[in-house]
């Protein structure tokens, strides 16, 4: 690998903006951006992050590069596209894939640019964007423990919790279940809300005397409490169609591991009946307000 110097960014959405801006303010290090929303780009200008015209041309100077793009669909399509990731590759550097993708196909990936002598790690990011702003959000590493000891002092600028999860894909492994968990126990904060409702107790109060008990959890804490409770559901937040992206990486993880996930199914079965409905823009608890409906 050469040496970490110039920092590549491809990515400035929802989360890729902020984990941009505190590499840029705590690295020291020169930093190149790329995104196809030009706005960001005039934003981070700020932080001294300069814009790259194309792929290739932040590929042509920069030695490690990060990753924040919606799936690992589109992770393949820019790694694999003329003009792309792999094409430009140049041997040595680092591709730090920050997105949330399939596991097949980043362990694929991975050898691809091994071939042309590049290490790409994943790094899946866990937490809000408020989490992205503050620095303190948790990153699930799949990498070889040299490369993870280099690459740590430039995730301690995002991240507060970082956790090697073993060889490439793993910290894929350990985000996708991560998400599957906690869309699991949103899902039985609302049936808890809707049957409790119904037989005469206020939400509020269940809630908080949930947070008292064994139920007690960061779901409820967070998605059920500010969000099921209130019934506050905005966009550009973490939406239902971005939750069934990453609950079916989930679904074929499981296929493939011969497990019989169907609590996992029935989750994907709300998300599918809320795009439906069309709330599939809107944060993902909305749910609630259909397993809350009146049947």
Same mark, same amino acid.
Request: aromatic residues 6%.
């Given at each position: 690998?050469?040496?970490?110097?110039?920092?590549?960014?491809?990515?400035?959405?929802?989360?890729?903006?902020?984990?941009?801006?505190?590499?840029?303010?705590?690295?020291?290090?020169?930093?190149?951006?790329?995104?196809?929303?030009?706005?960001?780009?005039?934003?981070?200008?700020?932080?001294?992050?300069?814009?790259?015209?194309?792929?290739?041309?932040?590929?042509?100077?920069?030695?490690?590069?990060?990753?924040?793009?919606?799936?690992?669909?589109?992770?393949?399509?820019?790694?694999?596209?003329?003009?792309?990731?792999?094409?430009?590759?140049?041997?040595?550097?680092?591709?730090?894939?920050?997105?949330?993708?399939?596991?097949?196909?980043?362990?694929?990936? *991975?050898?691809?640019?091994? =071939?042309?002598? $590049?290490?790409?790690?994943? !790094?899946?990011?866990?937490?809000? /964007? +408020? @989490?992205?702003?503050?620095?303190?959000?948790?990153?699930?590493?799949?990498?070889?423990?040299?490369?993870?000891?280099?690459?740590?002092?430039?995730?301690?600028?995002?991240?507060?919790?970082?956790?090697?999860?073993?060889?490439?894909?793993?910290?894929?492994?350990?985000?996708?279940?991560?998400?599957?968990?906690?869309?699991?126990?949103?899902?039985?904060?609302?049936?808890?809300?809707?049957?409790?409702?119904?037989?005469?107790?206020?939400?509020?109060?269940?809630?908080?005397?949930?947070?008292?008990?064994?139920?007690?959890?960061?779901?409820?804490?967070?998605?059920?409490?500010?969000?099921?409770?209130?019934?506050?559901?905005?966009?550009?937040?973490?939406?239902?169609?971005? *939750?069934?992206?990453?609950? =079916?990486?989930? $679904?074929?993880?499981?296929? !493939?591991?011969?497990?019989?996930? /169907? +609590? @996992?199914?029935?989750?994907?079965?709300?998300?599918?009946?809320?795009?439906?409905?069309?709330?599939?823009?809107?944060?993902?608890?909305?749910?609630?307000?259909?397993?809350?409906?009146?049947?």
């Amino acid at each position: 690998m050469t040496p970490i110097g110039r920092l590549g960014f491809i990515g400035l959405g929802v989360m890729g903006e902020p984990i941009c801006r505190n590499l840029a303010r705590k690295s020291g290090l020169t930093m190149q951006a790329y995104d196809i929303d030009g706005a960001a780009l005039v934003r981070l200008a700020a932080d001294a992050v300069t814009g790259a015209v194309s792929i290739a041309e932040l590929m042509a100077c920069c030695d490690t590069v990060f990753l924040s793009l919606p799936s690992g669909e589109v992770v393949q399509q820019i790694s694999l596209q003329a003009g792309g990731l792999l094409e430009a590759a140049r041997s040595g550097q680092v591709i730090v894939d920050l997105s949330t993708s399939a596991v097949d196909t980043t362990r694929e990936l *991975a050898q691809r640019f091994a =071939a042309k002598g $590049l290490v790409f790690v994943d !790094a899946p990011v866990a937490r809000t /964007r +408020a @989490a992205a702003e503050a620095g303190t959000l948790s990153v699930m590493v799949g990498a070889e423990p040299a490369v993870f000891d280099r690459l740590s002092p430039l995730l301690a600028t995002f991240a507060s919790d970082i956790t090697l999860c073993g060889p490439v894909g793993c910290g894929q492994v350990v985000k996708i279940l991560n998400n599957m968990v906690l869309f699991e126990t949103v899902v039985a904060i609302c049936e808890a809300k809707a049957i409790g409702e119904r037989a005469g107790v206020d939400a509020a109060l269940l809630f908080d005397t949930l947070t008292k008990g064994s139920a007690d959890s960061f779901a409820l804490r967070n998605h059920g409490i500010k969000a099921v409770l209130p019934g506050e559901f905005p966009q550009r937040a973490f939406s239902v169609r971005y *939750a069934r992206k990453d609950l =079916a990486y989930a $679904l074929k993880l499981a296929a !493939a591991s011969g497990v019989d996930a /169907r +609590a @996992a199914h029935t989750v994907d079965a709300w998300f599918e009946q809320a795009i439906d409905a069309g709330l599939g823009d809107d944060y993902h608890p909305v749910i609630s307000r259909l397993i809350g409906a009146a049947r």
